[in-house]
């Protein structure tokens, strides 16, 4: 009975990763639907006037010529609109067809009764090649990514698309450009500002400072319209940003006085494309490490204990230890890898029936040291530590009481 407990699969469990995998396509459905709408809005705003005015334009027995002009001008428009519909819907249907495949592949986890059954390792070995194309598309390698998903047939399991406009953003800023970036911003305003994020402002004020690194007359004169025009709106809530960005008219792009010395470094490019990241995933619903290390650095945080990183833990770093440890963390690949993760927090503790301490301070069960005394050949009245080697009289061993 306990065996089928420890064996029985938790979905629930399973799926804490994996929220991301259903969120980013309703948050790309939810924006195309609102950039639908803001485009239906704003073309009907602009034909009822332009209507209006060819009929009252006929009504007046004005030039005919002009009426037609502006009927064609208003199907023209209406073509366009057709065109961006049409591609909102296409797009539209591709992440329903994507979120179709992520449900299936998270339910099939739930008909999935024990851990031993082959279809959990199956499925687990989907899901680690997804944690394994998210890696790759994080750190920028977007070829491999998209070999391995296609190899793997996962194509509509990651996303490729939205990694791949993030890095491309992301290097149009290390590129010292902000057009994409304000652009995409523009595209996100509504949901940039329900995050209260200052994404849009940081890129206005890189090119105030880009005007005014010039030195040039005219270049300050239009930094300080600029100013005005972006970063004057601001002012209650970026006041002290707003202070130091004008006292860079005053000083040239080479001072070594702080703060405009770091105003004018190009560091401030890096910064820039580390904050879009960041908001961009935020926006997004999407981890801001990759799922890979969250996955990893749990699993080694469930199974690290003291003894891992103890220099009398097993006969790999003790010749006088008499025992064997299987355990993976302390194995020569994932040691060092653990040693700076956190312990798990266990609710339950394992201990060996009429457990005794030796005089070293290490507790044992007093069974299975004494068998263990008797198999390396101890003397009567001896008893040897089976992890320090160390030989102690058998009497010495004291009986330890758990409260």
């Known amino acids: 009975m306990a065996e089928l407990k420890n064996t029985k699969l938790n979905a629930e469990s399973h799926l804490l990763l994996d929220q991301s995998l259903l969120r980013l396509p309703h948050e790309l459905i939810r924006q195309n639907f609102k950039n639908a709408r803001r485009a239906i809005e704003r073309e009907k705003n602009d034909l009822l006037e332009t209507c209006a005015s060819a009929a009252n334009a006929a009504l007046k027995g004005q030039d005919t010529s002009m009426t037609l002009a502006s009927i064609d001008h208003m199907m023209e428009r209406m073509q366009g609109l057709k065109r961006k519909l049409e591609a909102l819907h296409e797009d539209d249907k591709n992440l329903h067809r994507h979120s179709r495949k992520r449900i299936q592949h998270l339910q099939d986890l739930y008909a999935i009764p024990s851990l031993v059954d082959v279809k959990y390792d199956e499925w687990s070995r989907i899901r680690l090649n997804r944690l394994l194309v998210d890696c790759l598309l994080r750190t920028g390698y977007n070829k491999s990514a998209r070999a391995l998903a296609k190899d793997k047939g996962i194509e509509e399991l990651v996303d490729i698309k939205v990694f791949e406009q993030c890095h491309k953003i992301q290097?149009?800023?290390?590129?010292?450009?902000?057009?994409?970036?304000?652009?995409?911003?523009?595209?996100?305003?509504?949901?940039?500002?329900?995050?209260?994020?200052?994404?849009?402002?940081?890129?206005?004020?890189?090119?105030?400072?880009?005007?005014?690194?010039?030195?040039?007359?005219?270049?300050?004169?239009?930094?300080?319209?600029?100013?005005?025009?972006?970063?004057?709106?601001?002012?209650?809530?970026?006041?002290?940003?707003?202070?130091?960005?004008?006292?860079?008219?005053?000083?040239?792009?080479?001072?070594?006085?702080?703060?405009?010395?770091?105003?004018?470094?190009?560091?401030?490019?890096?910064?820039?494309?580390?904050?879009?990241?960041?908001?961009?995933?935020?926006?997004?619903?999407?981890?801001?490490?990759?799922?890979?290390?969250?996955?990893?650095?749990?699993?080694?945080?469930?199974?690290?204990?003291?003894?891992?990183?103890?220099?009398?833990?097993?006969?790999?770093?003790?010749?006088?230890?008499?025992?064997?440890?299987?355990?993976?963390?302390?194995?020569?690949?994932?040691?060092?890898?653990?040693?700076?993760?956190?312990?798990?927090?266990?609710?339950?503790?394992?201990?060996?029936?009429?457990?005794?301490?030796?005089?070293?301070?290490?507790?044992?069960?007093?069974?299975?040291?004494?068998?263990?005394?008797?198999?390396?050949?101890?003397?009567?009245?001896?008893?040897?530590?089976?992890?320090?080697?160390?030989?102690?009289?058998?009497?010495?061993?004291?009986?330890?009481?758990?409260?």
């Open 171 to 403: 290097d149009s800023l290390r590129n010292r450009s902000t057009h994409e970036c304000l652009k995409w911003c523009s595209d996100n305003r509504p949901a940039l500002k329900k995050l209260d994020s200052n994404l849009e402002f940081q890129l206005r004020l890189q090119q105030y400072v880009e005007l005014a690194r010039t030195g040039q007359r005219e270049k300050l004169l239009e930094a300080t319209h600029h100013a005005k025009q972006y970063l004057a709106p601001h002012k209650n809530t970026q006041f002290q940003e707003m202070h130091v960005a004008s006292g860079l008219l005053a000083f040239p792009s080479d001072t070594r006085a702080e703060p405009f010395r770091s105003m004018y470094s190009l560091d401030r490019w890096e910064t820039l494309a580390y904050l879009f990241m960041t908001t961009h995933h935020s926006l997004y619903s999407l981890p801001a490490r990759p799922l890979l290390h969250i996955a990893l650095s749990a699993g080694l945080s469930a199974l690290k204990t003291p003894s891992c990183h103890s220099s009398q833990t097993s006969s790999s770093s003790n010749a006088n230890s008499s025992t064997t440890s299987v355990c993976p963390i302390c194995s020569t690949e994932l040691n060092e890898l653990a040693l700076n993760v956190p312990y798990a927090h266990h609710t339950k503790s394992s201990v060996e029936s009429d457990p005794v301490v030796l005089p070293n301070g290490r507790i044992y069960g007093r069974d299975r040291l004494l068998q263990m005394s008797v198999k390396v050949g101890m003397p009567d009245g001896l008893i040897k530590d089976p992890t320090t080697g160390q030989m102690f009289l058998a009497s010495e061993a004291r009986k330890v009481y758990i409260s």
